[in-house]
């Protein structure tokens, strides 16, 4: 398509607004405007540019190549608006903005809140949004700021980093042990039932490591690490769970310690367009001095 020279800045802020939600509706609220007007405007935007600024994949609107080029330049255009604003309300130096983040289910819940809980106790210009999920982020992720991932730090679209490493072992509820008896070693498995992921839903292949237990049957299977804790409090079986989560639970207790310990990490990875960069650099030092905070508990066995 041949380019036009009528680019307009605010056509710019509604590429930026859908770059952060990934859907056309939730970019329309963001910006106070109607979802089909965004798409007629992200159109003209792109005649004007003579490119295809976005494309439509399974987890909604995701940028092409170009596009995230041109919404990386375009983030500018936010920090003057901040900026201006800020100056009409005598708040200059205010860190403001909101900060959306995408964390698996167990370290969400537990971990992320608190440290979240720092920055906007101390900044009250800063809001979060906090999406839980257990599923490995695409290189094209539309929608987050910040996304904590169970892998090792990967680069693309997205920067990442190692935010922690965490280890899983095996828990079993005192009552359990009293029905059936101490475990002595990995062979006593097979006559037990394990508790863990449901296998056809595993979407991170960091967390396949069932296959470690052939022959072990299961006893309660769930897409959620927080009733896989539940479950085995309850006497399901044998849970596979995160130290962090299991060890605080006064009715479980680790057993074959030495025998079955896997490590994992948690990556943090953060969009290059965020168009509240300095509300983000806050959460993620909070993140990180968080983690620091709990190593022991992450990881109890060194």
């Not at 995701?62 to 901040?82: A, F, Y």
């Not at 992720?141 to 980093?161: F, H, K, M, N």
């Not at 009552?175 to 296998?199: E, S, W």
């Given at each position: ?62 940028l092409t190549e170009v596009g995230r080029s041109v919404v990386e330049r375009s983030v500018r255009l936010e920090d003057i608006v901040q900026d201006v604003r ?217």
């Amino acid at each position: 398509m041949p380019p036009r020279d009528d680019v307009s800045t605010d056509d710019l802020r509604l590429l930026l607004a859908l770059a952060r939600t990934g859907r056309l509706v939730a970019a329309a609220a963001l910006v106070g405007i109607d979802h089909t007007t965004v798409r007629r405007r992200l159109r003209r935007l792109e005649s004007g540019l003579g490119v295809t600024l976005i494309e439509h994949g399974p987890d909604g609107w995701v940028l092409t190549e170009v596009g995230r080029s041109v919404v990386e330049r375009s983030v500018r255009l936010e920090d003057i608006v901040q900026d201006v604003r800020a100056a009409v309300r005598g708040e200059e130096g205010t860190v403001r903005g909101t900060v959306r983040i995408a964390a698996p289910d167990g370290f969400g819940a537990t971990l992320a809140p608190v440290a979240i809980a720092e920055v906007v106790r101390e900044h009250p210009g800063v809001s979060v949004e906090l999406v839980t999920m257990t599923r490995p982020l695409s290189p094209r992720a539309a929608g987050y700021d910040l996304s904590v991932s169970i892998g090792e730090p990967r680069q693309g679209w997205l920067t990442s980093e190692l935010l922690t490493h965490y280890e899983l072992g095996l828990y079993v509820a005192h009552d359990y042990l009293r029905r059936h008896g101490p475990l002595r070693g990995t062979a006593d498995l097979a006559d037990h039932r394990l508790v863990f992921y449901v296998d056809s839903h595993l979407a991170v292949a960091e967390l396949d490591l069932a296959r470690s237990f052939a022959g072990t049957g299961v006893g309660l299977a769930s897409t959620s690490v927080h009733a896989q804790v539940a479950a085995t409090r309850g006497g399901a079986g044998i849970g596979l769970l995160p130290s962090f989560l299991a060890e605080p639970e006064p009715d479980l207790v680790r057993v074959l310690p030495a025998e079955v310990r896997f490590v994992l990490a948690y990556s943090l990875s953060r969009r290059r367009d965020s168009p509240a960069p300095e509300a983000v650099d806050l959460i993620r030092a909070a993140l990180h001095r968080h983690v620091a905070r709990h190593r022991s508990e992450l990881l109890p066995l060194g």
